[in-house]
């Protein structure tokens, strides 16, 4: 029984069931990471919810205005700190400290709480992104 016409069909089917394949199980990932709690980390306290929904819902990137900083998933007020002229911000998933390139800083509109705000995301690893941060009053 002969199913496939030539090799390079076979090969063709082959390549496209394995990425097929591979989407799925990156959907069946993210599909268990948010089940098992993950959220939980993005969510505010009760009393900055509506406060932290208006600033990030309109906070644009500073070094490019067309684009969105970020969802209510990848902003959160956290620690920032300078060393030798270089900002860090420290990252609520697991306490490691980040660079914040310094294109990155608002400069063109205040903060909605006094407390440093950072937009990131993981994307892949030790890889992180930096979309937007911004200094809180007395930093």
Same mark, same amino acid.
């Given at each position: 029984?002969?199913?496939?016409?030539?090799?390079?069909?076979?090969?063709?089917?082959?390549?496209?069931?394995?990425?097929?394949?591979?989407?799925?199980?990156?959907?069946?990932?993210?599909?268990?990471?948010?089940?098992?709690?993950?959220?939980?980390?993005?969510?505010?306290?009760?009393?900055?919810?509506?406060?932290?929904?208006?600033?990030?819902? @309109?906070?644009?990137?500073?070094?490019?205005?067309?684009?969105?900083?970020?969802?209510?998933?990848?902003?959160?007020?956290?620690?920032?700190?300078?060393?030798?002229? @270089?900002?860090?911000?420290?990252?609520?998933?697991? /306490?490691?400290?980040?660079?914040?390139?310094?294109?990155?800083?608002?400069?063109?509109?205040?903060?909605?709480?006094?407390?440093?705000?950072?937009?990131?995301?993981?994307?892949? /690893?030790?890889?992180?992104?930096?979309?937007?941060?911004?200094? /809180?009053? /007395?930093?």
């Amino acid at each position: 029984m002969k199913f496939f016409r030539s090799a390079t069909e076979a090969i063709n089917v082959a390549i496209v069931a394995a990425v097929v394949f591979v989407t799925l199980l990156g959907w069946a990932c993210v599909g268990l990471r948010v089940a098992g709690g993950a959220e939980l980390h993005h969510r505010h306290p009760q009393q900055d919810t509506l406060i932290h929904e208006r600033f990030y819902n @309109t906070w644009m990137r500073p070094d490019d205005r067309s684009l969105s900083c970020c969802d209510l998933q990848d902003c959160y007020p956290a620690e920032f700190k300078n060393e030798g002229g @270089t900002w860090f911000f420290k990252r609520r998933e697991d /306490g490691e400290w980040m660079v914040i390139p310094a294109s990155k800083f608002e400069n063109e509109r205040d903060n909605p709480d006094g407390r440093n705000h950072i937009c990131a995301r993981a994307v892949g /690893g030790d890889v992180w992104l930096v979309f937007c941060a911004i200094l /809180g009053h /007395g930093t």
